[in-house]
């Protein structure tokens, strides 16, 4: 993404002599504008636009969906440079461009993408059988995690501990946990909390 024209079509040609597909925008709205393919990606992001800036569009695109960002500058700053980092920039880099340095960025952000992705996709696979749970499976799940005993997680409830022992092998099953240390990083990962208030008396 770059406001110069001449600049988008160099950097376009030289990522597809190097094998990459590429899409090419002029401003950080008609990026936002349009619908963003489910594909492994990054994007390099030129630092000083007019309207919206990179760092803007950077932050933008993070509320949204994440997308590892290169920024590249005719002139860099440090204190840009250290807000691009801190918001999760890749790297960033100085016109003219250096191939190497720009192709080893690249492929450090695509690598980074994966792992995104593959977050994303484990994100929502766990929430799926998260849902799965009735709403007295979801109430008990959090009092488990925390480390509650089945009588002081059935005393909360207002339930039996038979009760509390029976729903607690339908969660491990649902959720598909192998063991209980498992079942309590799954709730850690889905950032269960529970009230403050809850009395712990055995």
């Not at 936002?32 to 932050?59: F, H, Y």
């Not at 997308?67 to 016109?95: E, H, Q, Y």
């Amino acid at each position: 993404m770059d406001d110069d024209r001449r600049v988008r079509e160099a950097l376009s040609a030289l990522l597809r002599a190097n094998g990459r597909d590429v899409r090419a925008f002029n401003s950080g709205r008609e990026f936002l504008d349009t619908p963003r393919q489910k594909v492994i990606a990054c994007l390099i992001l030129d630092l000083r636009m007019p309207d919206m800036n990179g760092l803007e569009v950077q932050k933008l695109v993070g509320t949204e969906s994440p997308i590892p960002v290169i920024f590249i500058t005719g002139r860099g700053d440090v204190p840009s440079t250290v807000l691009a980092m801190k918001g999760g920039a890749v790297d960033f880099l100085t016109k003219p461009l250096d191939e190497d340095s720009l192709m080893h960025a690249v492929d450090a952000a695509l690598a980074k993408a994966r792992v995104l992705r593959k977050e994303t996709e484990d994100t929502a696979a766990l929430q799926a059988l998260y849902q799965s749970l009735t709403p007295r499976e979801q109430e008990l799940l959090p009092l488990l995690a925390r480390g509650l005993l089945n009588k002081q997680a059935a005393g909360v409830l207002g339930i039996t501990e038979y009760t509390v022992q029976v729903h607690r092998g339908h969660i491990m099953r649902k959720m598909r946990a192998d063991s209980f240390a498992t079942l309590v990083k799954q709730a850690g990962k889905l950032q269960l909390e529970t009230s403050s208030t809850t009395t712990l008396d055995a």
